[in-house]
């Protein structure tokens, strides 16, 4: 059990003032990565810097694109999944980064 003096320390030192410090509070968390190119990723937050490149691991990869009939416009919706070990993401690709649920 935590004394409601620890709990405040811990949630000042847990505080968000800046976006990247989001991202800081999610360091060695599964998070989910949302890139260009119809590309979702879902993994480990090892490392990330100010340009938001970052360092993923045990990575859940997740393609999904969208071809389209030139003669019927008809389009056909392909996703392709991988597993990979250790990703690294720049950060010029990046659309959207949710950090894992908190519960209070």
């Known amino acids: 059990h935590r004394t409601a003096e620890e709990?405040?320390?811990?949630?000042?030192?847990?505080?968000?003032?800046?976006?990247?410090d989001?991202?800081?509070?999610?360091?060695?968390?599964?998070?989910?990565?949302k890139c260009r190119g119809g590309r979702v990723l879902r993994g480990q937050l090892h490392a990330y810097?100010?340009?938001?490149n970052m360092v993923l691991g045990k990575v859940s990869e997740t393609i999904t694109?969208?071809?389209?009939?030139?003669?019927?416009?008809?389009?056909?919706?392909?996703?392709?999944?991988?597993?990979?070990?250790l990703l690294f993401v720049r950060g010029d690709t990046v659309i959207l980064?949710?950090?894992?649920?908190?519960?209070?």
């Open 65 to 85: 694109t969208i071809d389209i009939d030139e003669e019927t416009y008809e389009e056909t919706v392909k996703t392709e999944k991988r597993t990979v070990e």
């Open 7 to 20: 709990m405040d320390s811990k949630s000042a030192s847990q505080t968000v003032e800046e976006p990247l």
């Open 97 to 104: 980064v949710s950090p894992p649920l908190r519960t209070v």
């Open 22 to 33: 989001l991202i800081k509070l999610s360091l060695d968390e599964r998070i989910f990565v």
């Open 49 to 52: 810097d100010q340009h938001l």
